[in-house]
């Protein structure tokens, strides 16, 4: 990087910068806050919605800051009244190829285009042209996409081609007629979309949303002929509180307990404490494999977004995914049996809801494979976002209300099952059971550095009986496939890999909360401080490892008798296979190799 | 194998697979080929067919959204099957002038379609052209390789009629 510092000329004022970067940069670094939309750091630059222009000296039009780099001497200014007066243009001229229904969005006041018009004082509309009208795509279980809501920034395209490498969203036919699909305009059930739903992080409107489950739930939580039992997963905690506008890391784990409650469930467990199973299970079937059981390296399967990724286009790795159900799935299909045979309730009057901070989650609970004795073992998946608006809409004043606790019995965690929300949490909670599992000891020093923090691809080891484990951790799509690419060339370089379909892990998922006013999508000091919410509800915790859970302990002498048992393979372990979707890789190729990722 | 049978059964696609092959040996990259691979699979199948543009994402490995993006922008590219015979009347300006829209209406209600549109039984394909330097015999159309000068609607009605009879 050239660290040479140059001179720059900021609204008639000298501010020194350094060289090579672009002029949205330099100026966001010396306090300006240049107006933008399609711009998002962690994307390429696209350059498509010109509302970041500035006026440099001596060039004949506007510059767009996001893409033009600094030189010294450069005179820039960032507030005339043309570049106001065009900006706005620009600004009005987007919103005049949007739908004018704010009032009835699901993104009034959390939109980034609404906020931009209004900071930019469009009041009263001076154009007035033609409108798109299009089909909504409703047809996916977990995202629906809304092409006349889209503003055609492309960082959704981006997004999905750069970062999560899935490209499953492109632009298709041109000017006017532009807009943003799968390939040959699939509806989402059958494309290739894993569900991981950063379209709609990173969606500046409603272009696309999760699939609203809300109306449903509210309507069975007034049936008195069934019984409401609720799970929530770790990062819903750690990230709820954005949606009520308090700072992003501080959690809400014992309100969230009592908010739920008071919608009208019945028991409100922990998917943590599923989380902790999920780390018995995976462990034990990690030493298996350790001892010649099964293919290595072995590779998590809690992230659902992965899962689809994982058989659509890593299909020849399906040996090396764990069998392991997600604890989603285990706790439903915990709360199906176990916990239905305690109360002595038919299970089928039972209503299992999970909290998500995914949108995939939504994909999974409808996967039949995941069913329990013939019955759905999750039958609905709410998001963060979605049960924030819940909380809001039935009056629940979420800020005031006193903490409870989860309910017994599937609702004690270790501090192990908390940091399973972030990137490199589930490693470090089942390194802390399966050291001890293999060794015998105890692991003492149990916070893994070499597996915590937001770099793309992490490296560890650890020595267990003498023998080095080696490990890696991958987040993001992009990450998990370039992760795999190492070890598909080095196949005895790592014994166990973690990947998460979501940038950050769960604590990033696709179902979290809008970023707000002051910030972005994804932003990376968001993203750290939700995580480290849930490494300080670890560190607060006397039990720090799956396996010193009594619950978990008593779960396992009552009903599934040790981990890997009969039982636990019925109830706890799934199967993946190769899944095309529909009309994407010629019949001709179906009994061949798979398809390599098409990635760009 | 029953798939090698699968591969070999379509010589079309077995040409678009040597052409790709060829394509990745002079390009420095796989995308900067692809509007050239395009065309030939347009040119083998008189259009980009599901099945074509699957084949040219996995061997290329470009992803098929973008492929699709490609292939809705040009309109040289055609999504949908053509008909065995292909109407381009001419739109330009001395065709205009003779009275164009009245071939181009009288066309349609003929086939009863729409520009760009193939009639069911895949006999014809409307399309618009802007010049096709016959301006001499204006006002001109042109069916596959034929071109048909100084028409009337009642020209136009006979000459579909040969062709409905040739079938």
């Known amino acids: 990087m050239d660290k040479k510092m140059i001179t720059i000329y900021i609204d008639d004022k000298p501010y020194q910068v350094a060289a090579g970067q672009t002029v949205m940069q330099a100026a966001d670094k010396v306090g300006f806050r240049i107006p933008r939309l399609c711009y998002h750091p962690k994307l390429s630059i696209e350059g498509a919605c010109r509302v970041c222009i500035v006026e440099l000296e001596g060039a004949r039009n506007f510059i767009a800051s996001c893409a033009y780099p600094v ?10 009244p043309e570049l106001r007066s065009a900006r706005r243009d620009i600004v ?17 006041s959390n939109c980034e285009l609404q906020r931009l018009a209004y900071s930019m004082g469009i009041r009263k509309r001076h154009f007035e042209g ?33 970062i999560q490498k899935t490209s499953v969203l492109g632009y298709a036919h041109r000017g006017f007629k532009t807009v943003v699909m799968p390939a040959y305009n699939m509806p989402f059930r059958d494309s290739s979309c894993t569900a991981c739903g950063q379209c709609i992080n990173v969606c500046p409107t409603a272009a696309f949303l999760e699939k609203d489950y809300t109306q449903e739930l509210f309507k069975k939580l007034n049936d008195k002929s069934i019984l409401k039992v609720a799970q929530c997963a770790p990062s819903v905690r750690a990230a709820i509180g954005e949606a009520f506008n308090i700072e992003p890391g501080r959690t809400m784990e014992k309100q969230l307990a009592a908010a739920i409650r008071r919608l009208g469930f019945d028991y409100v467990f922990d998917t943590q404490f599923s989380a902790d199973l999920t780390i018995m299970e995976e462990a034990n079937e990690f030493l298996e494999r350790l001892q010649g059981k099964g293919k290595l390296p072995m590779i998590t ?3 659902s977004a992965w899962m689809k990724c994982l058989e659509q286009y890593h299909p020849d790795l399906i040996d090396h995914i764990s069998t392991c159900k997600s604890p989603m799935s285990m706790q439903s299909a915990m709360v199906k049996t176990y916990f239905a045979d305690k109360i002595k ?15 995939a989650k939504k994909y999974e609970a409808a996967r039949p494979e995941l069913e329990v004795n013939g019955m759905r073992a999750t039958d609905l998946v709410i998001t963060t976002r979605e049960l924030a608006w819940m909380i809001k809409s039935a009056g629940i004043d979420f800020l005031a209300i006193k903490g409870e606790e989860f309910d017994h019995p599937l609702g004690l965690s270790s501090g192990a099952g908390t940091i399973f929300g972030t990137t490199g949490g589930v490693m470090e909670a089942a390194i802390r059971t399966a050291y001890e599992l293999a060794t015998g000891e105890t692991l003492l020093d149990i916070e893994i550095g070499a597996v915590r923090g937001l770099q793309g691809i992490k490296e560890g080891k650890v020595v267990m009986d003498g023998k080095e484990i080696r490990v890696a951790v991958a987040h993001g799509l992009g990450n998990a496939a370039e992760l795999l690419d190492i070890a598909r060339k080095d196949p005895n370089r790592y014994h166990f890999i973690e990947i998460m379909g979501c940038p950050g892990g769960c604590v990033g998922g696709g179902g979290q909360p809008y970023a707000n006013s002051n910030s972005i999508p994804l932003d990376e000091e968001c993203l750290m401080k939700r995580a480290e919410a849930l490494y300080t509800l670890d560190r607060n915790k006397t039990i720090r490892r799956s396996h010193e859970n009594p619950d978990i302990q008593r779960l396992y002498k009552e009903f599934l008798g040790r981990p890997g048992s009969p039982a636990s393979h019925k109830l706890l372990h799934t199967h993946y296979k190769q899944h095309f979707p529909v009309g994407i890789i010629p019949e001709s190729l179906k009994q061949q190799k798979p398809a390599e990722p098409a990635n760009k | 194998m029953a798939d090698t049978v699968v591969k070999t059964a379509d010589p079309k696609m077995a040409e678009l697979r040597k052409f790709m092959a060829e394509q990745k040996k002079t390009q420095y990259n796989d995308e900067a080929s692809l509007i050239a691979i395009l065309h030939k699979a347009q040119d083998l199948y008189g259009y980009l067919s599901v099945e074509a543009m699957d084949e040219v994402a996995v061997t290329m490995k470009i992803p098929t959204a973008h492929i699709w993006g490609v292939a809705t922008f040009y309109h040289y590219f055609c999504l949908t099957p053509k008909g065995k015979y292909v109407i381009s009347v001419c739109l330009g300006t001395a065709c205009y002038v003779k009275g164009a829209d009245e071939i181009m209406s009288k066309i349609k209600d003929e086939l009863k379609i729409k520009v760009g549109e193939t009639t069911p039984d895949k006999l014809f394909t409307l399309q618009e052209a802007r010049c096709l330097g016959a301006c001499g015999i204006a006002p001109v159309m042109m069916i596959n390789d034929k071109i048909y000068g100084t028409l009337t609607p009642k020209k136009v009605t006979e000459i579909l009629n040969n062709y409905r009879k040739q079938g």
């Open chain 1, 345 to 359: 309730r038919d299970p089928k009057e039972i209503l299992s809801v999970a909290f998500m901070f995914c949108t």
């Open chain 1, 130 to 162: 033609e409108m798109k009208h299009y089909e909504k795509d409703v047809s996916g279980v977990a995202v629906i996409r809304d092409p006349n809501k889209c503003i055609l920034c492309g960082r959704c395209v981006r997004m999905c081609s750069e």
């Open chain 1, 301 to 303: 399967s809690c992230s």
């Open chain 1, 92 to 108: 009005e001229l987007i919103l005049d190829n949007h739908p004018m229904d704010c009032h009835t969005c699901e993104r009034d």
């Open chain 1, 71 to 80: 030189a010294d001497g450069m005179k820039i200014r960032t507030n005339t």
